[in-house]
């Protein structure tokens, strides 16, 4: 065993040696040795949030036909620090009639629901935080410190806006958390566990490949978890003004902000785990783990870009219709595609691997083509009946 | 090790801080909290007493998981009920929900 | 003490501390707020048990619905945000009473059981209790019969949930 080879464990057992060393008990030495990797993680993770906010930036201002930021620095690489410095010195206000001990905690609970999901993302076979047995749960736990987070931001603030926006986006996290919480079974029936590294361990073929139709419904419950657009109604910035954040200022919507970017790196990263193959790249990740975390980060940027993408290029959609679309449409097709997955898995038991994928694929085609085939027909006859070419009686009273 | 008797006592202490919620407070939604601090003290005693006896035998967490299910379900009825009330006489004040008094 | 013996006396302490915070706080939002600080004490106790599955199934099902429900109730129920009048009855003692009596017949009952002392054997290697968790929901040897009438149950109340709550004067 070398660096190379599992850097995590080889560094963890120098420092638990030098703290011995200097005659600290073993079991202490091994729980401060636990802490600085929390902290060194953390610490990672903000520095790439900074760097985040400067990729949102550059890739926004290519999709609206911009330059983006180019003045400080290289490529404008600076320009997120000034926007820090900026965040900083800015008067952090606490709106008069606010409950001042929850309007404080929400932002810190906002980004500890992001941080937290970290502790179960595999990085690299052996540089993971915990190999929880059931991580893709875990996933939906942060979820909900992040609905809370957001209705207690809502609440607390002491505004009709931003209590519009907290309600609006817990029904939404709430409704849209089901469909998520039915696509992160079907890795867990490909693989058979909802440990994250045997999810990983099992994309012989990628999932993608297997459930293209659940990696889509998983990314549009995604977002619209994150309360990106086309799914911002919590923000609204044209009817909300800002919605749930509004009487935030300075730092503690700079928290709210930057959690919002790093949750939809994580979700990109979480979307490449559950059906990207996480680091696996062609036994590229076994060479070193360090290869495995760039293949990881690789393909959580690839997915991130997929999220900013949709941002970018979609119009935001009314409340009704949102909650409409998940309740009658996705919750059950991704009801629907749970039960084919879990039957054809059960028929193709024994099956050889591209048996299995092909049968898999086909019917997740179907699948698809068939909601869709419903969803147009019901389409139509709503149509039909708001534009009066046959309008039933019962439709007028 | 923690003796099976803490998680005990742990647990007949937030019973009894439900009970007197439960028993205390005045307002319907605040019963209804007192009530789901008792269910989770039945929890614990149900998790304990797996993790205490024979572990390859699921019975306390198939109940413990069943439990969350007869939460969920109280809740969703309950409060529903609660707002069907408020709706109708304006107060949630369970005294002054007496109707069926005279 | 053990470490792992202060770690629980720590997450009791604390649970227990917000569960009273629970059952004595006038505002009702706060009391929502410190219930789901409760729940969350209650998943780390099930976490020391080693209960991974139940633990973070606290945490989605306790905190990530009820819990949201219950502030979503309060907020619906209130004509204006500030509380007005006792939050408590007028015989509060009594309830008090009752508690602490409840509290120290369960005492006694307990300690007189002959396994109350126990402790917990060590988890044998490989142990894995979700899978063990899944087969026995699943069983029809086990408790099959159970988990079905369990859902039929949440089917009930979501029907009965919307029928109750439902407006029929808006139209």
Same mark, same amino acid.
């Not at chain 1, 992001?114 to 979820?143: E, M, T």
């Not at chain 1, 029936?189 to 998983?218: E, H, K, R, T």
């Given at each position: 065993?070398?660096?190379?080879?599992?850097?995590?464990?080889? !560094?963890?057992?120098?420092?638990?040696?030098?703290?011995?060393?200097?005659?600290?008990?073993?079991?202490?030495?091994?729980?401060?040795?636990?802490?600085?990797?929390?902290?060194?993680?953390?610490?990672?993770?903000?520095?790439?949030?900074?760097?985040?906010?400067?990729?949102?930036?550059?890739?926004?201002?290519?999709?609206?036909?911009?330059?983006?930021?180019?003045?400080?620095?290289?490529?404008? &690489? @600076?320009?997120?620090?000034?926007?820090?410095?900026? &965040?900083?010195?800015?008067?952090?206000?606490?709106?008069?009639?606010?409950?001042?001990?929850?309007?404080?905690?929400?932002?810190?609970?906002?980004?500890?629901?992001?941080?937290?999901?970290?502790?179960?993302?595999?990085?690299?076979?052996?540089?993971?935080?915990?190999?929880?047995?059931?991580?893709? &749960?875990?996933?939906?736990?942060?979820?909900?410190?992040?609905?809370?987070?957001?209705? %207690?931001?809502?609440?607390?603030?002491?505004?009709?806006?931003?209590?519009?926006?907290?309600?609006?986006?817990?029904?939404? %996290?709430?409704?849209?958390?089901?469909?998520? &919480?039915?696509?992160?079974? @079907?890795?867990?029936?490909?693989?058979?566990?909802?440990?994250?590294?045997?999810?990983?361990?099992?994309?012989?073929?990628?999932?993608?490949?297997?459930?293209?139709?659940?990696?889509?419904?998983?990314?549009?419950? !995604?977002?619209?978890?994150?309360?990106?657009?086309?799914?911002?109604?919590?923000?609204?910035?044209?009817?909300?003004?800002?919605?749930?954040?509004?009487?935030?200022?300075?730092?503690?919507?700079?928290?709210?902000?930057?959690?919002?970017?790093?949750?939809?790196?994580?979700?990109?990263?979480?979307?490449?785990?559950?059906?990207?193959?996480?680091?696996?790249?062609?036994?590229?990740?076994?060479?070193?783990?360090?290869?495995?975390?760039?293949?990881?980060?690789?393909?959580?940027?690839?997915?991130?870009?997929?999220?900013?993408?949709?941002?970018?290029? %979609?119009?935001?959609?009314?409340?009704?219709?949102?909650?409409?679309?998940?309740?009658?449409?996705?919750?059950?097709?991704?009801?629907?595609?749970?039960?084919?997955?879990?039957? %054809?898995?059960?028929?193709?038991?024994?099956?050889?691997?591209?048996?299995?994928?092909?049968?898999?694929?086909?019917?997740?085609?179907?699948?698809?083509?068939? !909601?869709?085939?419903?969803?147009?027909?019901?389409?139509?006859?709503?149509?039909?009946?708001?534009?009066?070419?046959?309008?039933?009686?019962?439709?007028?009273? | 090790?923690?003796?099976?008797?803490?998680?005990?006592?742990?647990?007949?202490?937030?019973?009894?801080?439900?009970?007197?919620?439960?028993?205390?407070?005045?307002?319907?939604?605040?019963?209804?909290?007192?009530?789901?601090?008792?269910?989770?003290?039945?929890?614990?005693?149900?998790?304990?007493?797996?993790?205490?006896?024979?572990?390859?035998?699921?019975?306390?967490?198939?109940?413990? *998981?069943? *439990?969350?299910?007869?939460?969920?379900?109280? *809740?969703?009825?309950?409060?529903?009920?609660?707002?069907?009330?408020?709706?109708?006489?304006?107060?949630?004040?369970?005294?002054?929900?007496?109707?069926?008094?005279? | 003490?053990?470490?792992?013996?202060?770690?629980?006396?720590?997450? $009791?302490?604390?649970?227990?501390?917000?569960?009273?915070?629970?059952?004595?706080?006038?505002?009702?939002?706060?009391?929502?707020?410190?219930?789901?600080?409760?729940? +969350?004490?209650?998943?780390?106790?099930?976490?020391?048990?080693?209960?991974?599955?139940?633990?973070?199934?606290?945490?989605?099902?306790?905190?990530?619905?009820?819990?949201?429900?219950?502030?979503?109730?309060?907020?619906?129920?209130?004509?204006?945000?500030?509380?007005?009048?006792?939050?408590?009855?007028?015989?509060?003692?009594?309830?008090?009473?009752?508690?602490?009596?409840? +509290?120290?017949?369960? $005492? +006694?009952?307990?300690?007189?059981?002959?396994?109350?002392?126990?402790?917990?054997?060590?988890?044998?290697?490989? +142990?894995?209790?979700?899978?063990?968790?899944?087969?026995?929901?699943?069983?029809?040897?086990?408790?099959?019969?159970?988990?079905?009438?369990?859902?039929?149950?949440?089917?009930?109340?979501?029907?009965?949930?919307?029928?109750?709550?439902?407006?029929?004067?808006?139209?």
């Amino acid at each position: 065993m070398s660096f190379w080879n599992d850097p995590l464990k080889v !560094a963890a057992d120098w420092l638990e040696g030098v703290f011995t060393g200097w005659g600290m008990d073993a079991v202490l030495s091994h729980v401060l040795v636990a802490f600085l990797g929390v902290f060194l993680l953390i610490a990672l993770l903000m520095v790439l949030d900074i760097f985040l906010v400067w990729i949102e930036r550059k890739v926004v201002a290519r999709f609206q036909d911009r330059i983006g930021p180019n003045r400080l620095g290289p490529f404008g &690489l @600076i320009q997120p620090f000034a926007d820090i410095i900026k &965040l900083i010195i800015k008067e952090d206000t606490t709106p008069s009639g606010a409950d001042k001990v929850v309007y404080n905690l929400a932002p810190i609970l906002s980004m500890m629901s992001v941080l937290i999901l970290w502790a179960v993302v595999p990085l690299a076979p052996v540089v993971l935080g915990v190999d929880l047995n059931v991580g893709a &749960l875990f996933l939906i736990a942060a979820g909900a410190i992040g609905t809370l987070s957001i209705i %207690m931001a809502g609440w607390s603030s002491n505004n009709k806006f931003a209590m519009i926006g907290g309600f609006r986006q817990v029904a939404v %996290m709430v409704s849209f958390e089901i469909p998520m &919480l039915t696509m992160l079974m @079907i890795p867990t029936i490909y693989a058979g566990s909802m440990n994250m590294n045997a999810i990983i361990g099992a994309q012989d073929v990628w999932f993608f490949i297997l459930s293209p139709l659940g990696a889509l419904i998983f990314l549009i419950a !995604a977002i619209a978890e994150l309360g990106r657009a086309p799914f911002d109604l919590a923000e609204g910035e044209s009817e909300l003004v800002s919605g749930f954040n509004i009487e935030y200022s300075g730092m503690k919507f700079g928290m709210f902000y930057a959690g919002e970017l790093l949750h939809a790196f994580t979700f990109g990263g979480f979307w490449a785990i559950l059906f990207f193959g996480g680091y696996r790249f062609f036994g590229l990740e076994q060479v070193s783990p360090f290869l495995a975390i760039l293949i990881l980060i690789i393909k959580a940027m690839l997915g991130y870009w997929v999220i900013m993408w949709v941002k970018y290029t %979609m119009m935001r959609i009314r409340i009704d219709q949102m909650l409409g679309f998940n309740w009658k449409f996705l919750t059950p097709l991704a009801f629907a595609l749970l039960l084919v997955t879990a039957l %054809m898995n059960a028929l193709l038991a024994d099956a050889p691997t591209w048996l299995y994928a092909l049968g898999m694929f086909l019917a997740n085609v179907v699948t698809g083509w068939i !909601a869709l085939e419903i969803a147009r027909s019901a389409t139509r006859k709503e149509r039909e009946q708001v534009e009066g070419i046959k309008t039933p009686v019962e439709a007028h009273h | 090790m923690v003796p099976l008797s803490w998680y005990l006592m742990f647990a007949a202490a937030l019973f009894s801080i439900g009970l007197f919620g439960v028993l205390v407070r005045r307002n319907a939604v605040a019963i209804l909290l007192g009530v789901e601090l008792m269910l989770n003290a039945v929890n614990i005693n149900l998790v304990a007493f797996w993790r205490y006896g024979d572990v390859t035998a699921m019975a306390g967490q198939v109940f413990a *998981v069943i *439990v969350f299910a007869v939460a969920a379900a109280e *809740v969703a009825v309950g409060l529903a009920l609660v707002i069907s009330v408020y709706r109708r006489r304006n107060t949630v004040i369970a005294d002054e929900l007496d109707m069926l008094k005279w | 003490m053990t470490a792992q013996q202060i770690i629980f006396m720590i997450v $009791a302490a604390y649970t227990l501390g917000s569960a009273l915070m629970v059952v004595t706080t006038r505002n009702l939002v706060h009391a929502a707020l410190w219930l789901v600080s409760t729940l +969350f004490g209650v998943a780390v106790a099930y976490a020391l048990l080693n209960a991974n599955f139940i633990a973070v199934v606290q945490v989605v099902v306790y905190i990530g619905a009820i819990a949201i429900l219950f502030i979503f109730a309060v907020m619906l129920t209130r004509k204006d945000m500030r509380d007005s009048g006792p939050q408590m009855n007028r015989n509060w003692w009594a309830g008090a009473i009752v508690a602490v009596l409840v +509290f120290a017949g369960l $005492a +006694f009952l307990l300690s007189g059981w002959s396994g109350f002392q126990n402790t917990a054997a060590e988890l044998p290697a490989e +142990f894995d209790a979700i899978s063990l968790l899944g087969e026995a929901l699943t069983s029809p040897q086990a408790f099959v019969l159970p988990f079905e009438v369990a859902s039929v149950l949440l089917l009930a109340a979501l029907v009965g949930a919307v029928y109750v709550a439902f407006n029929p004067t808006k139209k």
